[in-house]
Structure formats: structure tokens, C-alpha cells
């Protein structure tokens, strides 16, 4: 079975700061993907990333980047120079190969930005 | 962003009375999911489609079920609504079962 563990619930930064967000993941699958969704105030789900299991290479776009390591089974989210419309939930998720597709979302990370 | 559209967006209703909400998509994509969401529980899966008329169970399936008669509508019916069914939820799409979800805006059911 597929699990996802976000161990910070809830994380208050200053605006400007830097804030790294945890999902370490469990899978039996040799093949899966990852994702991260971002859930503002207003509460819809916005679709952030997808990262396979072949492709560690980290991902940088603007303000947000991605630290893959199959070796810890961890795929980390960092926000550089927060803002407060980073303020939100941000939801690590996985799935898995052919048959065993269902996503299994971590609980959050409640982000909170202060101006 | 992509087509889902969800309705109704709030519904209020007494606890036995059946509930239908519906999903449609407008991207022509052949995966269809509905979620729900619960403080402390992230997003849970109820029922999703691989296709019309072809359907299968999530994990909270209990108490739900599903149709898909045109590959843009996905209906998810509760037949006799619980208290233990008020949360909000999220139909999302998808074009494989390996592709990135899309999901819908959400509608906020509460069961009195």
C-alpha cells in the first residue's frame, strides 16, 4: 500500500523566509510519481508537480523548488522568500504503477506567512 | 486551468435524504475520481472511472455510489445521507491512470 507522511502540520514563517516542507513516502512499486498540490484559503487544489520515480533531478520554478532522494524516500518542497500568497496547504501525494494507480495524499503542511 | 466544473458548490440537507452531486469535464479525459476531504485525514478516495460505465471502488466507498453514462459527467449519489457524510468533495480527471489529477473546485456538503 502506498503512504505518505507529512510530519509538520502546521509551519508560521515571516514573509521573506525561506520554508522547507517534508513528505517522506513508502510504495512497494518499482515505478510511481509523486505530486505536491498547493490548497489556498479559497480552497481549491492546485496542481504544483510531478516527479517520477526514474528522475531524481531536482526541479527549480521561480520561487519553488524540489529535492528528490529515492535513497531516503523523501521528496521535499522548499519556498524561497516566502509571500503571503504562499499562505495554504500544501499536500504531498503518490501514486503507483499500472493497477495500483490510487493517490494517496499525505495529511498537509498548513503554511502560514506573516507580513 | 483545466474544464471541471462541479455542482452543486454548498448543498445543506437532513440525514436520510438522498444527495446526488455531479462532475463534468469538458477535457475529453477517460479517468474520472471523486474525493473527500476531512480535517485530519487529507483527501480520501471514494470511487473513480476508467471510462463510461466502467467504475471501481475507493477506499471510503461505504455509503456511495457512482455512474457514468457520457465520458464528461461523473455522478456520485449518496442514497441516504449520514451526519458522518458532511465534508467536502472534489471530483478530479485525469487523461491515463499515471497522468497529474486536475481537480475540480469542490462542493461543501453538510448533512444536519
Known amino acids: 500500500a502506498q503512504k505518505v507522511t507529512q510530519a509538520q502540520t502546521e509551519i508560521s514563517v515571516v514573509e521573506k523566509e525561506d520554508v522547507t516542507l517534508d513528505c517522506v513516502y513508502e510504495?512497494?512499486?518499482?515505478?510511481?510519481?509523486l505530486f505536491w498540490y498547493k490548497q489556498p484559503p479559497s480552497g481549491e487544489l492546485v496542481f504544483l508537480i510531478r516527479r517520477n520515480s526514474f528522475d531524481e533531478q531536482n526541479e527549480i520554478s521561480g520561487r519553488y523548488s524540489w529535492n528528490f532522494q529515492k535513497s531516503t524516500s523523501s521528496f521535499n518542497f522548499t519556498i524561497t522568500a516566502s509571500q503571503v500568497v504562499d499562505s495554504a496547504v500544501y499536500f504531498c501525494a503518490l501514486s503507483g504503477n499500472y493497477g495500483n494507480n490510487r493517490l494517496a495524499f499525505g495529511k498537509g503542511n498548513q503554511v502560514v506567512v506573516i507580513p | 486551468d483545466a474544464g471541471i466544473t462541479q455542482s452543486p458548490r454548498h448543498k445543506v440537507t437532513e440525514t436520510g435524504t438522498p444527495v446526488t452531486l455531479r462532475c463534468h469535464q469538458t477535457?475529453?479525459?477517460?479517468?474520472m475520481y471523486w474525493y473527500r476531504q476531512d480535517p485530519g485525514h487529507g483527501l480520501r478516495l471514494i470511487h473513480y472511472s476508467y471510462g463510461v460505465k466502467d467504475t471501481d471502488k475507493g477506499e471510503v466507498s461505504d455509503g456511495y455510489s457512482v455512474s457514468r453514462s457520457k465520458t464528461e459527467d461523473f455522478l456520485l449519489t449518496l442514497e441516504s445521507a449520514t451526519s458522518s457524510q458532511t465534508s467536502v468533495y472534489f471530483c478530479?480527471?485525469?487523461?491515463?491512470?499515471?497522468?497529474?489529477?486536475?481537480f475540480g473546485p469542490g462542493t461543501r456538503l453538510t448533512v444536519l
Open positions: 478530479a480527471i485525469s487523461e491515463s491512470e499515471t497522468d497529474t489529477q486536475y
Open positions: 477535457e475529453n479525459h477517460r479517468y
Open positions: 510504495t512497494r512499486d518499482t515505478t510511481y510519481y
